[in-house]
């Protein structure tokens, strides 16, 4: 019997929803950034800002960004990490990763970028100062094979940053769900033209791990250290953890 996982919802096999999430991305690539402007009211980018601060990343780093689609934090790493440094662009999808590329070029910022899956990353062992990954965990087939692959391409010392969608504060929980699967996907099929895919996402965040049960999975993948920072109540949540 084939291993299952889910996508939203929907439980399906393994190899099926790397091709699926594929799917979800190649429709909403273009008008992605527009989405998550309106979908946080232009949060995402506090969120963003406040994760490369406590990156502790200094000039002169190494960074991984990975699942990175349009660039957005490897544009605030590279900033950070100066013309010393070097920072990765990364992502399993070609459309995101093409218009993340073009847009770091257009902005005079050219650095490596690779299309490639989070849980066989094509780098060596103990090659980055710091691994980042927004947004892109819950989406992730084998989350813990992922997370071991950015364990393995940290130097000792060196820190993960997840950021990602996480388990709300219980007060705030019904007027979420309501925002999540009422107005969600009807302004994806207003502005993107796909509510399927803002409706999967709605569902692959209550899949996702919880605060508490994703630092367990950091810290069975070789962490120390790990801490989280709830952010707008738990409806976000960065994870940092330290390789030793």
């Not at 996508?7 to 190899?15: A, H, L, T």
């Not at 999808?93 to 073009?102: C, F, K, P, T, V």
């Amino acid at each position: 019997m084939k291993n299952t996982t889910d996508f939203g919802f929907e439980q399906v096999p393994e190899n099926e929803k790397e091709r699926r999430v594929a799917g979800v991305f190649d429709s909403v690539a273009r008008r992605y950034d527009v989405m998550n402007d309106l979908m946080s009211a232009g949060l995402h980018r506090y969120w963003k800002r406040f994760t490369v601060e406590q990156s502790r990343v200094r000039p002169g780093d190494a960074v991984l960004d990975v699942a990175g689609g349009t660039g957005d934090l490897a544009r605030l790493f590279a900033r950070r990490t100066g013309e010393a440094g070097r920072v990765v662009l990364t992502d399993i999808n070609a459309a995101m990763l093409r218009i993340g590329r073009d847009r770091l070029v257009d902005e005079g910022l050219v650095m490596p970028v690779t299309q490639c899956n989070a849980e066989r990353l094509p780098f060596a062992t103990g090659s980055f100062d710091c691994v980042c990954v927004a947004f892109g965990l819950r989406n992730m087939t084998r989350k813990d094979a992922a997370l071991a692959e950015m364990h393995r391409v940290l130097k000792p010392g060196g820190r993960l940053l997840v950021l990602e969608f996480s388990r709300v504060a219980k007060p705030l929980a019904p007027l979420y769900d309501a925002y999540s699967f009422r107005i969600l996907p009807r302004l994806g099929q207003l502005v993107a033209g796909d509510g399927d895919s803002y409706r999967y996402l709605a569902e692959s965040i209550r899949m996702h791990p919880d605060q508490e049960t994703l630092k367990q999975m950091m810290l069975g993948s070789g962490f120390d250290h790990v801490e989280y920072f709830n952010l707008s109540a738990g409806i976000i949540a960065l994870h940092r953890g330290v390789k030793y």
